[in-house]
């Protein structure tokens, strides 16, 4: 029963008990592919049901907190999650306050055992539930020993530089550092959009582009960027190939905001189309120039430099 679902109560697990994966994993990073891979290598050898239950939207929001950006929108994250591991069933339960209101005992009777079926849960270490989050790990391994499903927690994972986590590839984005969030998702970041008819003032450079609008998710700071560019129709991804995107306010221009990227080499009709981006590399910072002239030197020079940081990353088809 591959898949994805959206509530907890319409799952259809047979007579098969199910081992659940709990959280937001946003990103879906290496530290994510690590917990999901056990739990699917566990749930066959038990015979259960791999599930991995996760919130639409983020618990922050529906709390009244500040939510972070997020980095992958609900298809995006259930395809990734079942890249991971193909068997993986993916429920995206639906938060409210009323979903929020239940107790740490409540969740753990009312959505794990008894819609779920749990017999075996997996979290992060760092794992919160239950009213005002009141439930830790602890909390969880005690109500799994009364109510019959073992609970346990995956080691914290990293590199070198720290921890794998959602929160790092935020800040790597916003520092501009592209490689930092590769190494931690395990593919380049990549962000998408409808591509809507901007001002053209990219076609009169010289560099026609494709502006793309509903950009949902997180943002790197502002600059130029080697990029993968790709089309996506109905969930079917289409390489479209290399490109070198402006994201900011194109002070030069007075312009205003736009996500915008020229594809190499190719001359395409994207009005209307769903494209993503893949952050290769960043080649500088937003700047102003002193006019036109200048700045259309230097976006012939940006793509230049595009194409070396393209071949070299072997992203360049």
């Given amino acids: 029963m591959a898949g994805w679902i959206s509530e907890a109560g319409d799952l259809d697990r047979g007579a098969r008990g199910t081992l659940v994966?709990?959280?937001?994993?946003?990103?879906?990073?290496?530290?994510?592919?690590?917990?999901?891979?056990?739990?699917?290598s566990r749930a066959e050898a038990r015979g259960l049901l791999p599930?991995?239950?996760t919130f639409e939207p983020h618990?922050?929001?529906v709390l009244g907190r500040a939510a972070p950006p997020v980095l992958t929108l609900l298809p995006e994250k259930a395809a990734l999650l079942r890249q991971v591991a193909p068997e993986l069933v993916v429920i995206a339960q639906r938060f409210?306050?009323?979903?929020?209101?239940?107790?740490?005992?409540?969740?753990a009777r009312e959505v794990l055992l008894d819609r779920l079926g749990a017999r075996a849960v997996v979290?992060?270490?760092?794992?919160?539930?239950?009213?005002?989050?009141?439930?830790?790990?602890?909390?969880?391994?005690?109500?799994?020993?009364?109510?019959?499903?073992?609970?346990?927690?995956?080691?914290?994972?990293?590199?070198?530089?720290?921890r794998w986590s959602s929160t790092r590839v935020r800040e790597s984005l916003q520092a501009g550092d592209v490689a930092d969030a590769t190494a931690v998702l395990g593919r380049p970041y990549a962000l998408g959009g409808i591509v809507v008819e901007g001002q053209r003032l990219a076609r009169t450079l010289g560099f026609p582009t494709a502006n793309l609008s509903q950009?949902?998710?997180a943002l790197p700071s502002y600059g130029v960027y080697a990029v993968r560019v790709s089309r996506i129709d109905d969930g079917v991804v289409t390489p479209l190939g290399g490109g070198v995107a402006n994201i900011g306010d194109r002070p030069t221009l007075a312009a205003g905001f736009c996500v915008e990227a020229h594809v190499l080499d190719r001359s395409l009709d994207l009005y209307g189309a769903r494209v993503a981006l893949e952050l290769i590399a960043r080649l500088r910072?937003?700047?102003?120039?002193?006019?036109?002239?200048?700045l259309s030197a230097q976006i012939a020079r940006d793509v230049e430099h595009a194409r070396r940081a393209l071949d070299s990353a072997g992203a360049s088809e």
């Fill in 215 to 217: 950009v949902a998710t």
């Fill in 21 to 40: 994966a709990i959280g937001k994993f946003d990103g879906v990073h290496l530290g994510h592919a690590r917990l999901l891979a056990s739990a699917a």
């Fill in 51 to 53: 599930v991995v239950l």
């Fill in 59 to 61: 618990p922050a929001i």
């Fill in 96 to 107: 409210d306050r009323e979903y929020a209101a239940r107790t740490p005992d409540e969740f």
């Fill in 285 to 294: 910072g937003e700047t102003r120039f002193s006019g036109v002239a200048e």
């Fill in 123 to 162: 979290v992060g270490q760092n794992f919160r539930f239950g009213r005002g989050r009141t439930g830790t790990f602890d909390t969880l391994r005690a109500l799994g020993d009364e109510l019959g499903f073992e609970v346990w927690a995956e080691p914290i994972a990293g590199d070198t530089r720290g």
